[in-house]
């Protein structure tokens, strides 16, 4: 199978070992760089010729300006992502942020949105500024073999957020980021999180949730086979202390394995990160139906909450 190859250089870049590529450069075809115009054709003539190219590919894309995403896919059917390496290269920005300075928000890597039967095998992605890789609103999702990594302080960085989604499964995959590994937001349902390696970072989190009173809840989900390794918590639910009709329901944490974990299970019905313009009422979201078995290991405090 021919590899197709999408370069975005001082951003992203995605590395195949071939040789005799041949480059489609989207600029070639009408694509602008001014963040506002619609390149849409101009990167589906680029990508008809990759993929009607005999030899390996290159689809080229120059540097824009601040984008919230990368790579974005919107409204897409049955996309295979399928190996290389996502580097974006976010340390810079990180300590911007750590030194107090007013900063641009940074970018999620990959963002797909409002699409169905989506594949993502055994892609690598390194240092984002924010997200790894975002899911909103998408029907029947696969991940599996999806490697991330970011240093454990780095701000913002969740591995895999999940927004509105249903039918996604995350499989055989090891994350490492300075926040949750895997964070499943509002109105997702029937997950399966299995075999995943979790740490550095802030462990697998349903929420946050209830910052909107009329919110969609989080229903049948499952963590199974799971290692967390120095993470400030394993298998958390977190939501706001505030009104909000969203719920939790038919949820199981199976089979987790805890190494040196500081919070390795619990439930956070207060959350408020870094404590600043905490609301401080009474959380309205309903949770029920949550089941933890066979979870078992080291803590790395002498209290766990639940």
């Known amino acids: 199978m021919k590899r ?42 680029a990508w008809n010729l990759a993929c009607a190219s005999t030899n390996p590919a290159i689809i080229y894309v120059p540097q824009a300006g601040n984008a919230q995403v990368w790579i974005k896919f919107y409204r897409v059917n049955h996309v295979t992502i399928s190996g290389g390496t996502l ?25 797909i949105y409002h699409s169905q039967n989506i594949v993502i095998s055994k892609l690598r992605s390194l240092n984002s500024q924010m997200f790894h890789i975002l899911l909103y609103a998408c029907n029947n999702a696969r991940l599996e073999g999806v490697s991330i990594v970011a240093p454990g302080l780095s701000p913002n960085t969740d591995g895999i957020h999940l927004i509105s989604s249903t039918g996604v499964t995350v499989l055989n995959s090891k994350i490492s980021t300075g926040d949750d590994c895997i964070s499943i937001g509002p109105g997702n349902s029937n997950m399966w999180i299995e075999k995943v390696v979790c740490g550095p970072g802030h462990g697998i989190s349903i929420g946050s949730l209830g910052w909107e009173l009329q919110e969609p809840g989080v229903q049948n989900v499952t963590v199974k086979s799971t290692t967390f390794i120095g993470t400030q918590n ?14 939790v329901k038919d949820v199981v944490f199976q089979h987790s394995t805890m190494v040196n974990v500081q919070n390795p299970i619990i439930i956070d019905a207060n959350y408020c990160p870094n404590n600043e313009n905490c609301p401080n009422h009474v959380s309205g979201v309903k949770i029920s139906n949550v089941v933890y078995e066979d979870v078992h290991g080291t803590s790395a405090t002498r209290v766990s909450e639940v």
């Not at 394993?234 to 719920?247: C, D, E, L, Q």
């Open 234 to 247: 394993g298998v958390r639910i977190k939501t706001w202390a505030r009104r909000s009709n969203g719920f």
């Open 87 to 111: 580097d974006d290269q976010g340390a810079p920005l990180w300590a911007c942020k750590s030194s107090g300075k007013t900063c641009p928000q940074g970018a999620t890597t990959l963002g």
């Open 4 to 45: 197709i190859t999408l370069v975005v250089p001082l951003l992203v870049f995605l590395f195949f070992q071939y040789s005799s590529k041949v480059t489609y450069n989207v600029l070639s075809y009408g694509a602008k760089v001014n963040g506002r115009s619609d390149s849409k054709n101009a990167f589906l003539k």
